[in-house]
Structure formats: C-alpha cells, structure tokens
C-alpha cells in the first residue's frame, strides 16, 4: 500500500504538471463549444482510437496515416471538405460522420454527444502556429 500512494501521487502530478494547454485555450474551447472540456478531449481521443487513423498533436502516439493529420483544424475553413468548421458540424461529424458523408473511412465509434463535445473542444485547441 505505501508502494501505491507514490506511484499514484506521481501519476496525478505528471498529468497535472504536462498539460500543455493553457487556462486560456481551454476556457475559449470550452465557450465555442459550449461545455466541452478540451483537457478531457484528449484523453477521450485516445480512448476511441482517433489516434489510430489520425496524427494529432498533442496525443501520445497518434501516428495515423489514414485519416487526415488533425494539427491545425481549429482554423480549417471546412470540415471533411464540405462542412463548414462550426462546433455544431464539427460535433455532428465526429459523432455520425456517415450521416454527413457515406463514404467515408472514418467509422462510426457510437460517440456520446458529451464525448463529441470534448473533443471539439480539444481540436479546437490545435490552431495554426501552436
């Protein structure tokens, strides 16, 4: 048990300490997306394997060549070629992007509306320049 308590001390402190994103970014991500949190985002991300298709900074080992390379999104004009880039359509995508195009490689991962919310929010976070 003495053994635990570091280790999980540690691991609280490396995740709170290795947060590149700044109170500002999440605040302003959190407001455009009205409620998502861009921190969770992340960890939501990896949860649903994105980073198995797409390279996205920030996100330990998403490496994929698949899908398109996420750095930069927050200032993409359009989505998916053909959505404009509005939280509402970026949520939409993300949660049934084969409603919007059905043939698409991106699979449908049954992504909760909350889920959908928190990654925007942290995509929204990946501007040009940072």
């Known amino acids: 048990m003495r053994r635990a308590f570091p280790a999980g001390l540690l691991a609280v402190c490396v995740l709170a300490g290795c947060s590149d994103l700044s109170s500002d970014q999440v605040r302003a991500a959190y407001i455009l997306t009205g409620g998502g949190n861009a921190r969770a985002g992340r960890e939501v991300i990896r949860n649903y394997g994105c980073n198995a298709c797409h390279t996205i900074p920030g996100v330990p080992g998403a490496r994929g060549l698949v899908g398109p390379p996420l750095?930069?999104?927050g200032d993409r004009e359009y989505l998916a070629g053909e959505l404009p880039n509005t939280p509402a359509n970026m949520m939409r995508w993300i949660e049934h992007p084969h409603r919007i195009e059905p043939?698409?490689?991106?699979?449908?991962?049954?992504?909760?509306?909350?889920?959908?919310?928190?990654?925007?929010?942290?995509?929204?976070?990946?501007?040009?320049?940072?």
Do not use: C, F
């Open 71 to 73: 750095a930069g999104i």
């Open 103 to 130: 043939h698409t490689v991106m699979p449908e991962m049954n992504v909760s509306e909350q889920d959908s919310r928190d990654i925007a929010a942290y995509l929204y976070t990946l501007r040009e320049g940072r």
